[in-house]
């Protein structure tokens, strides 16, 4: 397991990316799009393996707490 903060400046994004494990994200601070889903401070998102991610993008900055399984295979 990984766990990461992550800080994004106001307008950055995360290009479309393929899960190959679980990913669990906490919005600590910001906003955070994706999948055409608002994400706030407080909210949290879970990436199933095999699930795809669009462009993710933050319009006021934002920092999340990423929590990644390693692949097993």
Avoid: W
């Avoid at 393929?18 to 998102?45: I, K, M, P, Q, T």
Wanted: charged fraction near 20%; glycine fraction near 8%; proline fraction near 3%.
């Amino acid at each position: 397991t990984t766990t990461s903060l992550v800080r994004m400046a106001p307008g950055s994004t995360i290009e479309k990316h393929l899960h190959s494990a679980l990913e669990e994200c906490f919005v600590l601070e910001g906003d955070f799009r994706v999948n055409g889903e608002r994400l706030l401070a407080g909210d949290y998102h879970c990436a199933l393996p095999g699930s795809i991610h669009e462009k993710a993008v933050t319009s006021e900055g934002t920092l999340l707490l990423v929590i990644t399984s390693t692949n097993q295979h």
